[in-house]
């Protein structure tokens, strides 16, 4: 028998449980990544290519809903993915170091400087060219694989910078979604916005009204995605919304299960299980065991594993591939894209962090140096996932191969920077980081 879990332990094991996949998963999207980048320079590459321009959906009568394969993976598969990252943002500002608001402030503040730098320098070098459209795929940071890069350096680093570096990643992905949803959305219907705004409603109605079973919360949503996809926003923005609404507080406590547990007795023997008293007791154990559990912890412990080693390679596999072929490549945009990721992300980090500090606004941990937050804020230029998907929705066909290289040419430098700054950072004596 163990004692019931304190506060410290049911927020320090969802937080270590998550940056454990997130680590993992970051070895698959590389793998993923080198799989789709090889086979596209490649004599299979016009197959490549007309795998996942393959045509699927539903077609009835004058209902004509089919789409590629690849938008499939970057509008419904990645709706997935927004609605987990929402999922821990809200756990964060429920029960996490969110909920501490000048805390809170020092990653909302650092997002907010790495998404809005690097876009004004992007935007200032491709004014009046062709790519100045795509300014919203320097603003976003790689959750995956900035925690894959900390997990390399294992216990050299503090706790406190990996809290930061999640909740900034996590903060600037749902900023970036926004940006999508606002920037790069099509001629809004705002007949179907409206029976989206019911479908929201809807799943906070049956939220007030007590229904705890998923199922008919997926439907819903599922339904409430669709209108939105028809409305000419971009769908994904339906995952960020409903995992804010999910609720983060539990419905049994752990004084109330052990209550329930030690009325709990041995199934009376013989066949058939009857309407006993011991049966309704046994099934009471069963629900409020489950419900020990918040929604959005066992929301994020079931699609979680998913996301990260199915989704997330799927997407690079769809995504990550183009031509290497450097003659037929737009180099400015490559550079501009290079030049927001590298210099204006770490710029943008640390200037926010320093300002909101020294207007008194937020507050940072001991353990969490400047030279640990310069290491930290390299890493931010890693912004491959979101990039990706953005560069799909802002830039023309003729422009993607270019920002893709950009892209991880800003990655991979920001990475290597990056670890190296923190493994300065990590050896040098307190005093002196």
Not at 13 to 23: G, N, T, V, Y
Not at 204 to 231: H, Q
């Amino acid at each position: 028998m163990k004692l019931p879990a304190e506060l410290t332990d049911r927020l320090a094991k969802p937080f270590s449980h998550f940056l454990r996949i997130e680590a993992s998963a970051a070895f698959l999207l590389l793998l993923a990544t080198i799989v789709a980048l090889a086979v596209s320079n490649s004599p299979w590459a016009p197959s490549y290519h007309q795998f996942w321009e393959i045509q699927g959906g539903l077609q009835v009568g004058s209902l004509n809903y089919m789409r590629s394969l690849r938008d499939w993976v970057n509008d419904a598969a990645m709706t997935l993915f927004f609605f987990l990252v929402a999922l821990e943002l809200k756990r964060e500002i429920s029960l996490g170091e969110m909920s501490r608001p000048r805390r809170a402030t020092l990653s909302i503040a650092a997002a907010v400087g790495g998404m809005a730098v690097p876009a004004m320098l992007y935007w200032g070098l491709q004014q009046g060219l062709p790519g100045a459209h795509g300014w919203g795929m320097v603003m976003a940071t790689d959750t995956a694989f900035v925690i894959g890069c900390l997990a390399l350096l294992g216990k050299r680093i503090p706790r406190s910078l990996r809290v930061f570096m999640l909740s900034l990643a996590i903060v600037d992905d749902i900023g970036a979604i926004l940006i999508v949803a606002i920037g790069y959305s099509e001629q809004v219907s705002m007949g179907m916005l409206a029976l989206a705004g019911l479908g929201i409603a809807v799943v906070r109605a049956m939220s007030w009204a007590g229904f705890r079973g998923f199922p008919l919360y997926f439907l819903v949503g599922g339904l409430t995605w669709i209108a939105v996809d028809v409305s000419g926003i971009h769908a994904t923005i339906t995952g960020v919304i409903l995992g804010l609404m999910t609720p983060a507080r539990r419905w049994v406590s752990d004084r109330r299960l052990y209550a329930i547990l030690s009325q709990v007795i041995a199934h009376p023997a013989g066949e058939g299980s009857g309407d006993t008293r011991d049966r309704h007791t046994l099934l009471a154990a069963e629900i409020a065991a489950r419900e020990t559990l918040s929604p959005v912890e066992r929301l994020e412990l079931g699609l979680h594993p998913w996301v990260g080693f199915v989704i997330m390679p799927l997407f690079a596999l769809a995504n990550a591939g183009f031509s290497l072929q450097l003659e037929a490549l737009d180099t400015s945009l490559a550079f501009a894209v290079f030049v927001g990721f590298a210099v204006g992300k770490p710029v943008g980090v640390l200037a926010f962090s320093w300002l909101s500090l020294r207007a008194g606004i937020a507050t940072r941990p001991p353990t969490l140096t400047w030279g640990l937050m310069s290491g930290g804020a390299m890493l931010a230029g890693i912004g491959f996932t979101m990039a990706l998907f953005i560069a799909g929705l802002a830039l023309p066909v003729d422009l993607l191969d270019s920002a893709k290289l950009g892209i991880f040419m800003a990655s991979g430098f920001s990475a290597l920077a990056g670890l190296g700054l923190l493994f300065h950072a990590s050896r040098a004596p307190v005093g002196r980081r």
